[in-house]
């Protein structure tokens, strides 16, 4: 069984950083799709950015030059450094974890690529 806890959530005025961490534990190997999504109030889960192995990530076009994605394997860790915060950045935001190590760079920013997710952490940035 995989489970993700997220920690690092808080609230920051807008020009702020945050930086979000995801703990991965179970079977997970490096080729499995890792991803943070967010979700604000009365709006749709969208995908942030993903990770798989070393090389491929990917970032919706509203965090790029902001946001930066990695993972520490040895601590199985999934990180997201946030920059440059801005209030629309507002949101639950959750870790998750693609079962599949068949990757899709068309899915790695669906939320239904995603089988393991964690229970989330707010971020709120104030203008």
């Known amino acids: 069984q995989v489970q993700l806890v997220e920690s690092g959530g808080g609230s920051v005025q807008a020009g702020g950083s945050l930086t979000l961490s995801c703990v991965v534990s179970?079977?997970?190997?490096?080729?499995?799709?890792l991803a943070w999504f967010r979700q604000a109030p009365v709006k749709e889960r969208e995908g942030v950015a993903a990770i798989v192995g070393r090389t491929i990530r990917r970032f919706a076009d509203s965090v790029k030059g902001r946001f930066t994605i990695s993972k520490d394997n040895g601590e199985n860790t999934l990180t997201l450094e946030m920059e440059n915060l801005k209030p629309e950045d507002t949101a639950m935001y959750y870790c998750?974890?693609?079962?599949?190590?068949?990757?899709?760079?068309?899915?790695?920013?669906?939320?239904?690529?995603?089988?393991?997710w964690g229970q989330g952490t707010q971020v709120t940035v104030s203008s």
């Open positions: 179970g079977s997970m190997n490096n080729h499995h799709p």
């Open positions: 998750a974890a693609s079962a599949t190590d068949d990757v899709s760079w068309s899915a790695l920013l669906r939320s239904d690529y995603y089988n393991y």
